[in-house]
Nanobody, 123 residues
Framework: QVQLVESGGGLVHSGGSLRLSCAAS????????MGWFRRAPGKEREFVAG????????DYADSVRGRFSISRNIAKNTIYLQMNSLKPEDTAVYYCNSGTSWTPLTKVPGNDWGQGTQVTVSS
């Protein structure tokens, strides 16, 4: 099992930026792809971004591509989500996930989740 602890959420104006962090611990932490998902009020959870265990491959939801950037510090077992040009529709609870897998058509979360961090974008 992998333990995940997120940080970095908050309130920001439209057009602003935030960076989320997720520190992973546990024996399998370094061996897995990781990703970010989000759940907005009244909506289903959706994939935001993923990064493989070597940090050489990434994937993004169309809605955030070009604005968000996922990265990984392998030595620290930590992933980041740099969010720029934020929009009110980005408001959601963001969850870190371990074991994320993806293809162009499917985005599948792994079994381990962080506690979530709230991101609120005001207009």
């Amino acid at each position: 099992q992998v333990q995940l602890v997120e940080s970095g959420g908050g309130l920001v104006h439209s057009g602003g930026s935030l960076r989320l962090s997720c520190a992973a611990s546990g024996r399998a932490a370094a061996m897995r792809n990781m990703g970010w998902f989000r759940r907005a009020p009244g909506k289903e959870r959706e994939f935001v971004a993923g990064i493989d265990r070597s940090a050489s491959n990434t994937d993004y939801a169309d809605s955030v591509r070009g604005r968000f950037s996922i990265s990984r510090n392998i030595a620290k077992n930590t992933i980041y989500l740099q969010m720029n040009s934020l929009k009110p529709e980005d408001t959601a609870v963001y969850y870190c996930n371990s074991g994320t897998s993806w293809t162009p058509l499917t985005k599948v979360p792994g079994n381990d989740w962080g506690q979530g961090t709230q991101v609120t974008v005001s207009s």
